[in-house]
């Protein structure tokens, strides 16, 4: 059972839109920052955005970040088939002080 | 360009103690962040181990810091992961990653790994 809530998966087809939620509590996602992270099949995990939905150098916009209490969502636009990958959100539990992740979601783009 | 790689056995009998290194190349442990240890069990999501920052300081997940020891290695350029007591429980993808750890002017904390090592496979059994 992990801290933060994800949906298992998630699927669209190819150039639509899609949403991953990330729920959690007033001890993590409430009160610290979000990070999100993408898993290929046999590939070392990718930070795709840190501090709720800034990018890093290379993430192309196609994917956004947001925050609204303690909810936080990944975005994607203009899917593709090489976003077929696992997803999982990240952050700090100041409760717990540790950090904590979700269970992931799969993304199938039909 | 910042590039982790996981070595060890790949398989450990309990209750011994698993061993992993990662081994850091186009950045200086030394030079700052965090370095930390993040596994996947089988079929299972994510579970934070532990980091070590340069200057020494140690943050553990407290379900396993009675096991868990991380130690930096500025000379070679590596950091390593030790895991007492093991069981099947601990069977799972292990990866290193570089960490970023910092408290803001309100007190909410960024935690996020920027770079990641491939990931090595590690099964408990005897």
């Known amino acids: 059972q992990s801290v933060l809530t994800q949906p298992p998966s998630v699927s669209a087809a190819p150039g639509q839109k899609v949403t991953i939620s990330c729920s959690g509590s007033s001890s993590n996602i409430g009160n610290n920052y979000v990070s999100w992270y993408q898993i290929l099949p046999g590939t070392a995990p990718k930070l795709l955005i840190y501090d709720d939905h800034k990018r890093p150098s290379g993430v192309p916009d196609r994917f956004s970040g947001s925050k609204s209490g303690t909810s936080a969502t990944l975005g994607f636009t203009g899917l593709q088939t090489g976003d077929e990958a696992d997803y999982y959100c990240g952050t700090w539990d100041s409760g717990l002080s540790t950090v904590v992740f979700g269970g992931g979601t799969k993304l199938t783009v039909l | 360009q910042v590039q982790l790689q996981e070595s060890g056995p790949g398989l450990v009998k309990p209750p011994e103690t698993l061993s992993l290194t990662c081994a850091v190349s186009g950045y200086s442990i030394s030079s700052g962040y965090y370095w930390g240890w993040i596994r996947q069990p089988p079929g299972k999501g994510l579970e934070w181990i532990g980091s070590?920052?340069?200057?020494?300081?140690?943050y553990y997940n407290p379900s396993l810091k009675s096991r868990v020891t991380i130690l930096l290695d500025t000379s070679k350029n590596q950091f390593s992961l030790n895991l007492g007591s093991v069981t099947a429980a601990d069977t799972a993808v292990y990866y290193c990653?570089?960490?970023?750890?910092?408290?803001?002017?309100?007190?909410?904390?960024?935690?996020?790994?920027?770079?990641w090592g491939q990931g090595t496979l590690v099964t408990v059994s005897s």
């Open positions: 070590m920052s340069e200057s020494g300081r140690t």
């Open positions: 990653a570089r960490a970023k750890y910092y408290y803001d002017n309100s007190g909410d904390v960024q935690y996020s790994f920027d770079n």
